[in-house]
């Protein structure tokens, strides 16, 4: 399995991997945060998938249950597929 640049860079730099946690705890205590990952958990309730080990995730996108990885793929290749087609002035 190939390592990520972001591993590499918070292996090697300790500090810098603190402050992103800690931003990130920050960031998840949020009332925003907090009533997604309510309403996340409501939907994996309400089709029996909260918790049984399915690997399957809501996406909010398509209003459907799909695989996690398809899920979190599906948006990284989004934005990369939008940096892509930005226009450059090249004259």
Same mark, same amino acid.
């Given at each position: 399995?190939?390592?990520?640049?972001? *591993?590499?860079?918070?292996?090697?730099?300790?500090?810098?991997?603190?402050?992103?946690?800690?931003?990130?705890?920050?960031?998840?205590?949020? *009332?925003?945060?907090?009533?997604?990952?309510?309403? #996340?958990?409501? =939907?994996?309730?309400?089709?029996?998938?909260?918790?049984?080990?399915?690997? #399957?995730?809501?996406?909010?996108?398509? %209003?459907?249950?799909?695989?996690?990885?398809?899920?979190?793929?599906?948006? *990284?290749?989004?934005?990369? %597929?939008?940096?892509?087609?930005? =226009?450059?002035?090249?004259?």
């Amino acid at each position: 399995m190939r390592i990520s640049k972001s *591993k590499k860079y918070f292996d090697e730099n300790p500090e810098a991997k603190e402050k992103k946690n800690k931003y990130n705890t920050k960031y998840h205590q949020t *009332k925003e945060r907090k009533k997604y990952r309510a309403f #996340l958990n409501k =939907v994996n309730r309400k089709k029996g998938t909260y918790g049984n080990g399915d690997e #399957l995730d809501y996406d909010h996108d398509e %209003k459907r249950m799909m695989s996690q990885s398809k899920n979190r793929s599906k948006k *990284k290749t989004n934005e990369t %597929k939008k940096k892509k087609t930005k =226009v450059t002035s090249g004259s």
